[in-house]
């Protein structure tokens, strides 16, 4: 998992409530359990102008030019700025695998929906809830601001705008660490690798049968 410390990013206004995780990835999409390749079918019914299916080539599928990450001012985003209740429905980790592959790295929201709020940070992305006042001007600074890129940085939990304003951001202490550190629940794991090998030759050692 790829460490989060800072990021100067192109931030895309993606202004809708309640997005839920089948917008973000739909259902036909879910048929590999590998964390790339999904890029391509992000927001799959919004971005395209017909209906997608699995092994299709996007690169030749009609674009829907009034959606957000369509427009050539958005392009190589980094920051996705949305409303309310984002990633809610189902616990799919292919939405934030999907998010992560077309290249985002953080989502700003007033708020998330329980699960991906918990299956995001563990796949490398990162959540900032800031409160909706704020979030409404950032959406109306970045409508009116062609490029505009926030700095993040994790270690101080911060936004920095364009103008020089500190916004910042409640985290906890251990996504944070992980974030970080890029470890996801496996990268954790093997933090032990050592102990883990040992306890293993002990019990092989005492219950041969079990491991033969």
């Known amino acids: 998992m790829q460490k989060f410390t800072q990021l100067n990013g192109l931030v895309a206004p993606l ?22 390749g999904f890029g391509p079918n992000l927001f799959d019914e919004l971005r395209y102008l017909d209906e997608g299916f699995p092994g299709q080539d996007c690169s030749q599928r009609p674009l829907n030019p009034d959606f957000v990450l369509n427009q050539p001012r958005f392009q190589q985003s980094e920051v996705l700025l949305s409303r309310q209740n984002f990633g809610c429905g189902s616990s ?10 077309y290249g985002f790295r953080a989502v700003i929201a007033p708020s998330f929906a329980d699960i991906f709020f918990n299956n995001a940070p563990k796949n490398g992305l ?3 809830q800031l409160d909706e006042n704020t979030v409404d001007r950032l959406f109306n600074e970045v409508n009116a601001s062609e490029g505009y890129r926030l700095l993040i940085d994790l270690p101080a939990q911060t936004v920095t705008t364009p103008s020089g304003e500190v916004l910042r951001f409640e985290m906890d202490p251990f996504r944070k660490h992980c974030l970080i550190e890029g470890l996801d629940d496996i990268g954790i794991t093997l933090q032990d690798a050592d102990a883990i090998k040992a306890y293993e030759a002990k019990q092989a050692a005492h219950t041969p049968w079990i491991f033969n």
């Open 15 to 36: 202004d809708r409530a309640n997005v839920d995780t089948d917008l973000i990835i739909p259902k036909q999409f879910l048929k590999s359990i590998k964390r790339t």
């Open 126 to 128: 990162l959540l900032i």
């Open 92 to 101: 799919r980790e292919h939405a934030p695998w999907a998010l992560v592959d």
